[in-house]
């Protein structure tokens, strides 16, 4: 969670088997001067956040991220219409967290669609930055055949990811994303709003030319 966790957390992790004794754990590390408590509990230096990381391998930390995350999506709505709250950052950032530790999971969808969520909603507040990331988290967890499959949470995701990209102005990449949208999209329409990236973004680096050639 970084170098800090809410009670509120704390409470909805507590409630799980796996993590009934989060709550003892961290007030033996408050004793020991590891953490502090105010608010939160958080770490009283970052080296020894960093160093407690260190102590478990790679592996470990996978499966750590994925189970506090999964702990935390069982108390989220299963609605994709839900509204998205911190704890459902809280809980996708830990998911993303586990790497390919997740991607094998029958969820990955879900991972997925959270992803976009997260993506949208940094997008609205003009975070582009986070929102690549969580878009491109939520690309990685679609399916091989999810153009056939899961068209409209493709098309979704790799047109929001040109959006961020737009934001950022990272012409190259935005074009990467854009590219899967021409290839796979099954009309006109779904293509549109690509095009329209595609055109402003060649236009503000003075090659307007060469994008209404591709269009």
């Not at 260190?54 to 935390?72: A, F, I, K």
């Not at 999971?105 to 003009?126: C, D, H, I, Q």
Request: glycine share 6%; proline share 1%.
């Amino acid at each position: 969670f970084g170098s800090q966790i809410n009670e509120d957390v704390i409470r909805l992790l507590s409630n799980s088997s796996k993590w009934e004794g989060l709550v003892h754990g961290l007030d033996v590390a408050v004793k020991e001067n590891i953490l502090e408590k105010c608010s939160n509990y958080r770490f009283v230096h970052d080296m020894l956040q960093e160093s407690s990381y260190e102590l478990m391998d790679q592996e470990e930390r996978r499966e750590y991220h994925y189970s506090l995350g999964c702990v935390l999506l069982s108390n989220l709505p299963s609605s994709e219409d839900s509204d998205f709250t911190s704890l459902s950052y809280s809980a996708i950032d830990q998911i993303n967290r586990s790497d390919a530790y997740a991607r094998a999971e029958t969820y990955a969808v879900r991972f997925a669609v959270l992803n976009l969520k997260a993506g949208r909603r940094s997008v609205e507040v003009f975070d582009f930055v986070s929102a690549l990331s969580y878009l491109e988290y939520g690309i990685s967890f679609l399916p091989e055949e999810a153009w056939e499959t899961h068209y409209d949470l493709s098309l979704n995701l790799f047109e929001s990811a040109g959006i961020a990209c737009c934001g950022l102005a990272h012409a190259e990449k935005m074009k990467v994303f854009l590219s899967e949208i021409f290839r796979h999209a099954n009309c006109l329409g779904d293509k549109l709003n690509g095009y329209y990236m595609l055109i402003r973004t060649m236009a503000s680096f003075g090659s307007l030319d060469a994008a209404t050639d591709k269009v």
